[in-house]
């Protein structure tokens, strides 16, 4: 982004180039993944507390721009840390602003990060419906390259789409003692099963 490497934003010329902002938020978002990748008594509740910052910010700056998106407002935000140039223009809601998609997944990744070590039941459950959520937004925008490469109807990169649905299984199935995570991960001929198929599933409608 800085050197503006066009070839290095996007896959096809004149595809959707992905975007610094959502660039930054899988980072972030990744190292409060890592950081809440396992329940540890040996690491410091600081670590914890830093990992739903992290989360948070990630959904604040999803939220800001999804707002900036639906009523059209401009809070400079998409150029702080880069400036976008012409390159970033093709198939862009608005030259540097993330697509809604991107920006919608973003706020809810946040709360669900957030809940993962949470005890509660409905946290738990909470946590697996929005990660669904943003597995299956994101598919939106992997189709949408799928089925027509030449242009976009939901102005989300393609990596920017493919990255967001792995983020999200892999928030989705943090966890092995409940959810996803617990079937995946469990012995048993169901679990089996699930790990054998859930490829299939994934590819097949694609």
Known sequence: WMFHIQ????????????KANAGVCFVLIG????LAR?????????????ARLLALFVSAVGLLSFLEYWYGWNLGIDQLLFLSGPG???GSVRIGLMSPIAAFGFTLLGPAVALLDSNA???????QVLTSIV??????????????PSTTHTHIAPTTALVLFIVSFGVMSARTEWGLGALLATLSLGGIMA?????AAIMFPI
């Not at 290095?8 to 004149?14: A, C, D, N, V």
């Open 88 to 90: 970033d223009a093709p």
């Open 121 to 127: 039941r409905w946290a738990r459950w909470l946590e």
């Open 31 to 34: 190292i409060a993944l890592w």
């Open 195 to 199: 790990r054998r198929l859930f490829p």
């Open 38 to 50: 396992k329940h540890d008594q040996k690491r410091s509740g600081a670590w914890n507390l830093v």
């Open 135 to 148: 597995a299956i937004i994101s598919m939106f925008g992997i189709l949408d390259l799928a089925l027509n």
């Open 7 to 18: 070839r290095l934003k996007s896959i096809l010329p004149g595809q959707v180039p992905a």
